[in-house]
């Protein structure tokens, strides 16, 4: 059963935007703070933008003021509206709670959305 899948990727020019889409199964987003990752070539996943179950959003420094996370909670849905998208933000996308989910094999991942940044 899927319970995460994240949509929207792509590949785009630089300074171009992207909205990524993640529907999540109810019993993971119901009054969760969610998040998103992403984990570039070579690098470990890592979170990029989090939005509390009471709709408060946070960032890290290299995506603020360019990057907006928000949630449809009658949808189970969390985005993320990127901007002004740089090549260093080429990576695979994904969404999670905050922690990501455990199961008994360790945690739970959708199969994540690429975005490509790239003239």
Known sequence: QVELSESGGGLVQPGGS??????AS????????MAWYRQAPGKQRALVAAITSSN???????V????????DNAKNTVYLQMNSLKPED?????????????RTSGDYWGQGTQVTVSS
């Open 26 to 33: 109810r019993s993971i987003f119901s009054g969760a703070d």
């Open 18 to 23: 992207l909205r990524l889409s993640c529907t």
């Open 90 to 102: 080429t990576a695979v996308y994904y969404c999670n709670r905050i922690p990501p989910v455990k």
């Open 64 to 71: 603020k003021g360019r990057f907006t996370v928000s949630r």
């Open 56 to 62: 408060n959003p946070h960032y890290v420094d290299s």
